[in-house]
């Protein structure tokens, strides 16, 4: 049977023997592809087809790496599905290349600035944003409290300030703050408070008898840092704790209220970027446009950040080779090895990641899913490496050490300083952050078509051949700069919907 549709199949590279069917529904059995291949099975959107016959153990092959070992024998035009092939080990961590040098650097790119908001300490930031810091999570209801009022009774009257973030987390008391690992969550909440979009003027709320006191979340990096600490014998009732943040809320919004937008290069840009409810799409539409922003950023001299340690484990070998140094290239297998160690002590390895939506969205394993993860940083050298909680210290692209968990990586990406975020999903999420524009592209047609007013950018286009990748990576790359100056809010900004921040703690809870 010849169907009416147009087949589309998806082949990221010519050695592999799997392409991955693009028309939205599928395709049914019968359908004769471009190169005369005959579907034998109904093929689901984005899962794969086989491009010719391989045998049992025989590797599978896409992004031109083995993604597993066929479990049997596979016919030309099956339906590869999960079942059909085994996940190989995970690439040792001995004798990788290192920094081979063959990575050039990319040829810079002028003329493309920004409206952002200049800090004292040289940072820029894309909202002008009041965050009040929490030492600890007993007084979360309080500071929402407050925060509430000070949204209805203060910001009217400071027009330049976008809007106030009350820095809610789960740390600061009933855990071993000494452990080893308990500096990483410490460090994460201090550099969160000096995200560039908070201007430097940040509030602090205590209690009085927690763990992490403010002196220790502060540090010396956080100085005249007002605090309200609720425990205080000065505190007569709830009114008077409520009184005393706005009072402080109040000198703050003043001081943020003389900041001005002004003109700035696209180097002051702190970007990160991550996927969330990938499918076998994201790998082939909206991560690859990614990577083409993300070399556009790093060519104007921005700094771009990638993470999600587990979505990148198994191309390490493609990371150290393009690291820009050998210590950069020691410094990503020391994260690994740290990350193997943490998932090995809770009796799991990277398999662990994939969810099912991954699975019924057409990516078979890790492998895979990490092949299509990885794209998004682009082709540039890597700069550096920032270790979780920790702030980016140079420009160009980083990896930036996280989890793959959305919130763990947000979380961590705000701590390294990203000032704006750019989410890719297949699956569909609404995922948003209240401290910096969190962009949406969706990987394709249908989920953009539903969710319209949810997602920012839609790369399916990608998939039905209606643009190319470097197109919507061009578009990517000028929405970007609209949205961190603040003449287009992100769909999930203008809806106010806001993800809580989730701080890594590798150690452990009393
Ligand atoms: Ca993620």
Redesign the pocket.
């Known amino acids: 049977m010849v169907t009416a549709i147009c087949p589309i199949v998806l082949r990221v590279h010519a050695d592999d023997n799997v392409a991955a069917v693009g028309n939205s529904g599928g395709l049914p059995a019968g359908t004769v592809l471009p190169d005369g291949i005959i579907l034998r099975r109904n093929v689901p959107q984005g899962h794969k087809v086989a491009l010719r016959d391989i045998g049992v153990d025989e590797p599978i092959l896409r992004y031109r790496a083995v993604i597993g070992h066929a479990t049997r024998d596979i016919a030309r035009g099956d339906w590869v599905d999960g079942s059909a092939l085994r996940m190989p080990a995970p690439p040792s961590l001995d004798d990788l290349p290192h920094a081979s040098g063959k990575v050039a650097a990319l040829p810079p790119l002028r003329g493309h600035t920004f409206e952002g908001y200049r800090n004292a300490d040289g940072t820029v930031g894309t909202r002008n944003l009041l965050a009040i810091g929490t030492t600890v999570q007993c007084v979360a209801g309080v500071v929402d409290h407050a925060a509430r009022r000070i949204r209805e009774e203060l910001l009217p009257r400071y027009r330049n300030v976008d809007d106030v973030v009350a820095l809610d987390h789960v740390y600061g008391c009933g855990v071993a703050i000494d452990a080893p690992g308990a500096e990483i969550p410490i460090r994460t909440l201090r550099n969160i408070l000096r995200n560039p979009n908070f201007g430097g003027a940040p509030l602090l709320v205590g209690l009085g008898c927690e763990k992490l006191q403010p002196d220790r979340l502060a540090g010396t990096a956080l100085t005249d840092l007002p605090l309200v600490r609720l425990q205080d014998e000065s505190h007569t009732g709830f009114a008077s704790m409520i009184t005393a943040i706005l009072e402080a809320a109040d000198r703050r919004l003043a001081q943020l209220d003389t900041r001005r937008r002004e003109t700035c290069p696209v180097s002051d840009l702190v970007v990160g970027v991550?996927?969330?409810g990938?499918d076998a799409l994201s790998g082939m539409t909206a991560n690859p446009a990614v990577g083409v922003a993300v070399d556009l950023l790093v060519r104007a001299g921005a700094t771009a950040m990638f993470?999600?340690i587990t979505?990148v484990r198994d191309g390490i070998a493609q990371l150290t080779a393009r690291a820009a140094t050998p210590e950069v290239a020691d410094a990503l297998i020391r994260e690994m090895r740290w990350y193997d160690a943490y998932l090995e002590r809770g009796g799991v390895d990277r398999s662990a990641n994939t969810t099912p939506g991954n699975k019924a969205g057409g990516l078979a394993n890790i492998v895979e899913k990490a092949m299509g993860s990885i794209v998004k940083s682009g082709t540039a050298p890597i700069a550096g490496v920032v270790p979780a909680g920790e702030r980016a210290d140079r420009k160009g692209l980083l990896f930036v050490a996280t989890p793959?968990?959305?919130f763990v990586?947000g979380t961590l990406q705000l701590a390294a300083g990203m000032t704006l975020h750019v989410?890719t999903t297949g699956r569909g999420t609404p995922y948003g952050l209240a401290a910096v524009p969190v962009i949406k592209v969706a990987t394709h047609n249908a989920l953009a078509e539903r969710w319209h007013d949810l997602i920012d950018l839609n790369a399916g286009t990608i998939a039905t051949g209606e643009a190319s990748v470097e197109d919507v990576g061009q578009s990517l790359f000028a929405l970007m700069l609209d949205v961190a100056s603040g003449r287009i809010r992100s769909r999930a900004e203008g809806l106010r919907l806001h993800n809580a921040l989730a701080v890594f703690n590798p150690a452990p809870v009393t």
Request: proline share 0%; hydrophobic share 15%.
């Open positions: 991550q996927c969330g990938s993470s999600e979505e793959a968990s959305d990586c989410f």
